[in-house]
Protein backbone atom coordinates (compact mmCIF):
# COMPACT_ATOMS: atom_id res chain seq x y z
CA UNK A 1 0.00 0.00 0.00
CA UNK A 2 1.31 3.74 -1.03
CA UNK A 3 1.57 6.29 1.76
CA UNK A 4 3.77 8.26 3.91
CA UNK A 5 6.11 7.09 7.21
CA UNK A 6 7.27 8.82 9.76
CA UNK A 7 9.76 6.73 12.33
CA UNK A 8 10.30 7.25 15.04
CA UNK A 9 6.85 7.36 16.49
CA UNK A 10 8.34 8.82 19.04
CA UNK A 11 11.67 10.56 20.01
CA UNK A 12 13.24 11.68 23.26
CA UNK A 13 16.15 14.58 22.60
CA UNK A 14 18.79 15.98 25.50
CA UNK A 15 19.00 19.94 25.24
CA UNK A 16 21.72 21.16 23.04
CA UNK A 17 21.57 17.80 20.60
CA UNK A 18 20.54 17.77 17.18
CA UNK A 19 17.96 15.15 16.45
CA UNK A 20 16.41 13.52 12.80
CA UNK A 21 12.87 12.87 12.10
CA UNK A 22 12.61 11.16 9.05
CA UNK A 23 9.83 10.77 6.22
CA UNK A 24 9.46 8.34 3.47
CA UNK A 25 6.63 8.33 0.70
CA UNK A 26 6.23 5.96 -1.89
CA UNK A 27 3.22 7.68 -3.49
CA UNK A 28 5.16 9.60 -6.13
CA UNK A 29 3.72 12.91 -4.87
CA UNK A 30 6.71 15.53 -6.47
CA UNK A 31 5.73 18.22 -3.21
CA UNK A 32 6.71 16.99 0.52
CA UNK A 33 5.82 19.55 3.94
CA UNK A 34 7.11 19.48 7.36
CA UNK A 35 4.73 20.83 9.83
CA UNK A 36 4.29 21.78 13.77
CA UNK A 37 1.75 20.64 15.82
CA UNK A 38 1.33 22.56 19.28
CA UNK A 39 -1.76 22.37 21.56
CA UNK A 40 -3.84 25.59 20.62
CA UNK A 41 -1.86 26.67 17.62
CA UNK A 42 -3.31 24.26 14.79
CA UNK A 43 -0.67 23.50 11.79
CA UNK A 44 2.35 25.63 11.10
CA UNK A 45 4.43 24.92 8.04
CA UNK A 46 8.55 24.12 8.96
CA UNK A 47 9.85 23.31 5.27
CA UNK A 48 8.17 22.39 1.65
CA UNK A 49 9.99 21.37 -1.00
CA UNK A 50 8.27 20.68 -4.46
CA UNK A 51 11.60 19.08 -6.01
CA UNK A 52 14.30 17.16 -5.56
CA UNK A 53 17.21 18.98 -4.12
CA UNK A 54 14.98 22.10 -3.92
CA UNK A 55 13.42 23.34 -0.84
CA UNK A 56 11.82 26.35 0.58
CA UNK A 57 11.29 27.74 4.39
CA UNK A 58 7.67 27.74 6.04
CA UNK A 59 6.65 30.34 8.46
CA UNK A 60 8.55 28.58 11.61
CA UNK A 61 12.31 27.41 9.78
CA UNK A 62 14.27 29.21 12.16
CA UNK A 63 16.52 25.98 14.01
CA UNK A 64 15.41 23.68 11.23
CA UNK A 65 17.10 21.74 8.35
CA UNK A 66 16.11 19.73 5.49
CA UNK A 67 17.41 17.88 2.60
CA UNK A 68 15.72 16.66 -0.77
CA UNK A 69 17.92 14.20 -2.26
CA UNK A 70 15.52 11.84 -3.41
CA UNK A 71 12.03 12.13 -4.25
CA UNK A 72 10.76 9.89 -1.75
CA UNK A 73 12.51 10.98 1.23
CA UNK A 74 12.35 14.53 2.94
CA UNK A 75 14.66 14.04 6.31
CA UNK A 76 13.71 17.23 8.83
CA UNK A 77 16.87 17.83 11.48
CA UNK A 78 15.99 20.00 14.37
CA UNK A 79 19.20 21.92 15.42
CA UNK A 80 20.21 22.79 19.04
CA UNK A 81 19.34 26.32 18.09
CA UNK A 82 15.84 25.18 17.85
CA UNK A 83 14.94 26.75 21.54
CA UNK A 84 11.47 25.06 22.32
CA UNK A 85 11.25 21.75 19.92
CA UNK A 86 8.84 19.61 22.19
CA UNK A 87 5.90 19.69 19.80
CA UNK A 88 4.45 16.56 17.49
CA UNK A 89 5.96 16.48 13.87
CA UNK A 90 3.93 16.24 10.90
CA UNK A 91 5.50 15.08 7.65
CA UNK A 92 2.55 15.66 3.81
CA UNK A 93 2.89 15.13 0.34
CA UNK A 94 0.76 16.02 -2.47
CA UNK A 95 0.83 15.81 -5.87
CA UNK A 96 1.88 18.94 -8.26
CA UNK A 97 -0.35 18.91 -11.07
CA UNK A 98 -1.11 22.86 -12.68
CA UNK A 99 -4.63 23.85 -11.89
CA UNK A 100 -5.49 20.91 -9.39
CA UNK A 101 -4.75 19.78 -6.06
CA UNK A 102 -6.85 17.30 -4.02
CA UNK A 103 -4.70 17.51 -0.48
CA UNK A 104 -2.21 16.48 1.29
CA UNK A 105 -1.21 13.06 2.43
CA UNK A 106 0.15 13.10 6.04
CA UNK A 107 2.10 10.67 8.04
CA UNK A 108 0.65 9.27 11.35
CA UNK A 109 3.90 12.02 12.87
CA UNK A 110 6.55 11.61 15.60
CA UNK A 111 6.11 13.53 18.93
CA UNK A 112 9.65 14.89 20.45
CA UNK A 113 10.45 15.73 23.66
CA UNK A 114 13.49 17.63 24.73
CA UNK A 115 14.23 15.96 28.06
CA UNK B 1 -0.98 36.73 4.19
CA UNK B 2 -4.24 33.95 4.31
CA UNK B 3 -5.55 33.29 8.05
CA UNK B 4 -8.22 30.74 8.61
CA UNK B 5 -10.38 31.30 11.97
CA UNK B 6 -12.31 28.21 13.83
CA UNK B 7 -14.13 30.03 16.71
CA UNK B 8 -14.97 26.76 18.57
CA UNK B 9 -12.44 24.97 20.29
CA UNK B 10 -14.99 22.23 21.69
CA UNK B 11 -17.69 21.22 20.58
CA UNK B 12 -20.16 18.30 21.48
CA UNK B 13 -22.95 16.22 20.22
CA UNK B 14 -25.19 13.51 20.76
CA UNK B 15 -24.86 10.57 18.82
CA UNK B 16 -27.14 10.24 15.51
CA UNK B 17 -27.77 14.23 15.79
CA UNK B 18 -26.26 16.75 13.56
CA UNK B 19 -23.61 19.12 14.39
CA UNK B 20 -22.06 22.02 12.47
CA UNK B 21 -18.51 23.45 12.78
CA UNK B 22 -17.49 27.21 11.55
CA UNK B 23 -15.08 28.64 9.60
CA UNK B 24 -13.89 31.64 8.23
CA UNK B 25 -11.04 32.82 6.15
CA UNK B 26 -9.18 36.27 5.25
CA UNK B 27 -8.05 36.48 1.96
CA UNK B 28 -7.57 38.49 -1.18
CA UNK B 29 -7.54 35.20 -3.93
CA UNK B 30 -10.16 34.66 -5.92
CA UNK B 31 -9.00 31.00 -6.84
CA UNK B 32 -8.53 29.11 -4.01
CA UNK B 33 -9.07 25.54 -2.06
CA UNK B 34 -11.12 24.69 1.36
CA UNK B 35 -10.53 21.20 3.42
CA UNK B 36 -11.84 19.71 6.49
CA UNK B 37 -9.19 17.41 8.33
CA UNK B 38 -10.20 15.01 10.83
CA UNK B 39 -7.42 14.06 13.68
CA UNK B 40 -8.40 11.74 15.83
CA UNK B 41 -6.63 10.66 18.66
CA UNK B 42 -4.38 8.38 16.82
CA UNK B 43 -3.51 12.10 15.31
CA UNK B 44 -2.84 10.36 12.30
CA UNK B 45 -4.50 13.58 9.79
CA UNK B 46 -7.44 12.34 7.40
CA UNK B 47 -9.12 14.43 4.77
CA UNK B 48 -12.44 15.10 5.20
CA UNK B 49 -13.95 16.64 2.39
CA UNK B 50 -12.55 19.45 -0.41
CA UNK B 51 -14.30 22.76 -1.82
CA UNK B 52 -13.09 24.21 -4.84
CA UNK B 53 -13.81 28.17 -4.44
CA UNK B 54 -14.67 28.92 -8.08
CA UNK B 55 -17.61 26.02 -7.63
CA UNK B 56 -20.86 27.32 -6.35
CA UNK B 57 -22.46 23.59 -5.48
CA UNK B 58 -21.19 22.99 -1.72
CA UNK B 59 -19.27 19.36 -1.73
CA UNK B 60 -20.76 16.49 -0.05
CA UNK B 61 -19.02 13.24 1.14
CA UNK B 62 -21.85 10.67 2.54
CA UNK B 63 -22.68 12.29 5.80
CA UNK B 64 -20.09 14.83 5.75
CA UNK B 65 -21.57 18.37 3.74
CA UNK B 66 -20.16 22.06 3.87
CA UNK B 67 -22.23 25.57 3.52
CA UNK B 68 -19.72 27.92 1.62
CA UNK B 69 -20.49 30.97 1.34
CA UNK B 70 -17.52 32.57 -0.42
CA UNK B 71 -18.51 36.58 -0.10
CA UNK B 72 -18.81 35.89 3.74
CA UNK B 73 -15.61 33.90 3.21
CA UNK B 74 -17.39 31.12 5.23
CA UNK B 75 -16.55 27.44 5.31
CA UNK B 76 -18.73 25.33 7.53
CA UNK B 77 -19.05 21.32 7.91
CA UNK B 78 -21.96 19.56 9.09
CA UNK B 79 -21.99 16.32 10.34
CA UNK B 80 -24.94 14.73 9.73
CA UNK B 81 -25.69 11.13 11.71
CA UNK B 82 -22.79 11.43 14.04
CA UNK B 83 -21.17 8.43 14.91
CA UNK B 84 -18.60 7.90 17.91
CA UNK B 85 -16.00 7.34 15.52
CA UNK B 86 -16.51 10.95 14.91
CA UNK B 87 -15.05 12.41 17.70
CA UNK B 88 -11.75 13.95 17.03
CA UNK B 89 -10.17 17.32 15.90
CA UNK B 90 -11.32 18.91 13.11
CA UNK B 91 -9.29 21.54 11.58
CA UNK B 92 -10.24 23.53 8.53
CA UNK B 93 -7.57 25.08 6.08
CA UNK B 94 -7.08 27.04 3.31
CA UNK B 95 -4.72 26.50 0.08
CA UNK B 96 -4.02 28.92 -2.47
CA UNK B 97 -4.49 27.42 -6.13
CA UNK B 98 -1.67 27.19 -9.11
CA UNK B 99 0.90 27.99 -5.67
CA UNK B 100 3.76 25.92 -3.40
CA UNK B 101 0.20 24.19 -1.96
CA UNK B 102 1.01 25.35 1.15
CA UNK B 103 -1.95 25.13 3.44
CA UNK B 104 -2.87 27.61 6.46
CA UNK B 105 -4.49 25.60 9.04
CA UNK B 106 -7.33 27.07 11.62
CA UNK B 107 -6.35 26.25 15.46
CA UNK B 108 -9.20 23.40 15.49
CA UNK B 109 -12.58 22.11 16.84
CA UNK B 110 -12.08 19.33 19.37
CA UNK B 111 -15.56 17.67 18.64
CA UNK B 112 -17.02 14.83 21.21
CA UNK B 113 -20.11 12.33 20.15
CA UNK B 114 -21.80 11.41 23.46
CA UNK B 115 -23.66 8.24 23.63
Known amino acids: DGGITQSPKYLFRKEGQNVTLSCEQNLNHDAMYWYRQDPGQGLRLIYYSQIVNDFQKGDIAEGYSVSREKKESFPLTVTSAQKNPTAFYLC??????????????FGSGTRLTVV | AQTVTQSQPEMSVQEAETVTLSCTYDTSESNYYLFWYKQPPSRQMILVIR??????QNATENRFSVNFQKAAKSFSLKISDSQLGDTAMYFC????????????FGTGTSLTVIP
Open chain 2, 51 to 56: QEAYKQ
Open chain 1, 92 to 105: ASSILVSGANYGYT
Open chain 2, 93 to 104: AFMKRNTGNQFY
